[in-house]
Structure formats: C-alpha cells, structure tokens
Nanobody, 128 residues
C-alpha cells in the first residue's frame, strides 16, 4: 500500500524554526513528485513546496520562498521541509503526498489535485 506520513509539527514562536518529515512507503520514492501542502481552518489546501524528483524541478509557494527548504533522502524514502522564520500565517495542518503520475508539468507541480495518498497531517502552530 502507498503510504505517506507527515510528522514533526508543533507549537513555535514567530521567527522560530521547525523541520517536518514525511516517511513514504509502497512506491518508488524517486519516481514521483513529493509535495508538502498545508490547510488552515476555513481555507483550501495549498501547495507549499513540491519536488519532481525525476526532473529535479522544485516548486515553492511565493509566501514561503526564502524561508522554507525542501529536501529528501532517497535511501530513507523520506522527504523533509525545513521551515525557518515562521510566521503566524504559517499556522496550518501540513500534509505530504505523492504525485498521481510520475511526470507532473512544472505549472502543475504545486496543485494539490495532482497528488494523492495524503495520510495524516501534522499541526504547525505559530504563536505571534
């Protein structure tokens, strides 16, 4: 079974840092795009950072550029999201997911509808 599980969330003060982990299993980790997404109460799920591993293309939402960094370890089938200089508006449940197909065009890399196998998210709360 395809499974992805996000972890590492928590409560942090504005300006602080957190690193999220996404443990994946049941598929060829390096063959698909892996994405980090978030959903705040009352808002739609949005792409935060997504990496098309076969193509080496990475997507960052404008709101996190320069503050968040995507990385992955193929040997561990794990993706990470290093979040720095956190802001109150980063508060959300964060999810990781894999792309539905092995090839995602760049313009669609951050689109949640291109992904599946969401799993449970991890709550990130930033206090102002």
């Amino acid at each position: 079974d395809v499974q992805l599980q996000a972890s590492g969330g928590g409560l942090v003060q504005a300006g602080g840092s957190l690193r999220l982990s996404c443990a994946a299993s049941g598929f060829g980790f390096d063959d698909y795009a892996i994405g980090w997404f978030r959903q705040a109460p009352g808002k739609e799920r949005e792409g935060v950072s997504c990496f098309a591993q076969r193509d080496g293309v990475i997507y960052y939402a404008d709101s996190v550029k320069g503050r968040f960094t995507f990385s992955s370890d193929g040997a561990k089938n794990t993706a990470y999201l290093q979040m720095s200089n956190l802001k109150f508006e980063d508060t959300a449940v964060y999810y990781c997911a894999k792309s539905r197909t092995s090839s995602v065009i760049m313009s669609e890399l951050g689109n949640p509808y291109q992904y599946h196998a969401w799993g449970q998210g991890t709550q990130v709360t930033v206090s102002s």
